[in-house]
């Protein structure tokens, strides 16, 4: 069975980390025979240039047709100046709401070898394993009305709106509490509830899911809070449940726990296993075409991809193990290098090579 994997390298460093992530995936989907069929399509300012949008009909056709999208990172100073309804990070939102990606999962594990490169002590991260699943195909990035217009009385205004009905909240709820069941059994659903409506609402129906899972302990935590605890005692959490913007924050929070942006994957889930993965950090756009991107996010990404829209496990283990050893080994890209006495710095295809290497599934 042929599985179609579809590439949107994006902008900035996009091209240079997919490029790495796509030398891992052929490795592996040689070694489990997975007919691995690559297509690649434009998405952002990439898109922009060349087709006139963000998410051009050629890329969405091709989007809607794969069985999973590993995904760069979109963006960059040179389409700052279109407006916002133009802009690469459009095609973001778009590709997500086109396929309804409404399940964003961020793992922030802590590998041991990078606890050093960690904002905070070794010893309050070691260890660290929290996934973080954000809402995203709804809440304030998509409610209606929004907008800049001009009062009555001559002064601008600026509008968003946060929204989400009870289906919403519901299923990304289902999901969170099952994420949790198959991990530590504890699930906090953040929100404002002391203050916004919206999520008022979404405290009520988290609460309505918890008899469906007895096995799950749930607790809710004001958003100031959560991101004070996330740096205090980042270890208390197992899983966190939130919408489209605390989500969105409350994760580079994490990432920042984790030693370093470009060790972090994400998946984003319909409700069939079509997915798109990506790194968590953006296009990067002061190191492009440097050679010194971190490509493990991306690689790791790739590794989720096999995982949850290939349901293939071992492979996914295997890319893990394999980036666990080259850090073992003492192998790191500049932005996770702590000590250059003993570890070797190492550029984007380094690194990308040293995986593959570890991979090498040799005498078989
Ligand atoms: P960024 O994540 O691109 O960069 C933040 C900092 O982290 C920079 O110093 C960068 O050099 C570093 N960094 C990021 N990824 C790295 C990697 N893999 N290896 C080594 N260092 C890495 O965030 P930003 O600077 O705020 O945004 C730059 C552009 O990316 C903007 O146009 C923004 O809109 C876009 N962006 C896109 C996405 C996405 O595509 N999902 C996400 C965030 C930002």
Known sequence: ???????????????????????????????????????????????????????????????????????GAVGGPQWDSLPAAQRPERGLLAIRADLDLFCNLRPALLFPELAGASSLRAERVAGLDVLIVRELTGGIYFGEPRGISVREDGVREGINTDR?????????????????????????????????????????????????????????????????????????????????????????TAAMLTGSIGMLPSASLNASSAGLYEPVHGSAPDIAGEDKANPLATILSAAMLMRYSLDESEAANDIERAVADVLSAGKRTGDIATNEAEEAVIGTRAMGDAVVSALSYEGE
């Open 1 to 71: 069975m042929k599985r179609r994997i579809l590439l949107l390298p994006g902008d900035g460093i996009g091209p240079e980390v997919v490029r790495e992530a796509k030398k891992v995936l052929e490795v592996v989907g040689k070694r489990y025979a997975l007919q691995l069929e690559f297509r690649e399509a434009n998405l952002g300012g990439a898109a922009i240039d060349v087709e006139g949008t963000a998410y051009p009909a050629s890329t969405r056709a091709a989007a809607r047709e794969a069985d999973a999208i590993l995904l």
């Open 164 to 252: 989400y009905d009870e289906n919403e909240i519901r299923r990304i709820g289902r999901l969170a509490f099952e994420a949790a069941r198959k991990r530590g059994g504890r699930l906090c659903s953040v929100d404002k509830a002391n203050v916004l409506e919206v999520t008022m609402l979404w405290r009520e129906v988290m609460e309505s899911l918890r008899p469906e899972f007895p096995d799950v302990s749930l607790s809710h935590m004001y958003v100031d809070n959560a991101a004070m605890q996330l740096v205090r005692e980042p270890k208390q959490f197992d899983v966190i449940v939130t919408g489209n913007l605390f989500g969105d924050i409350l994760s580079d």
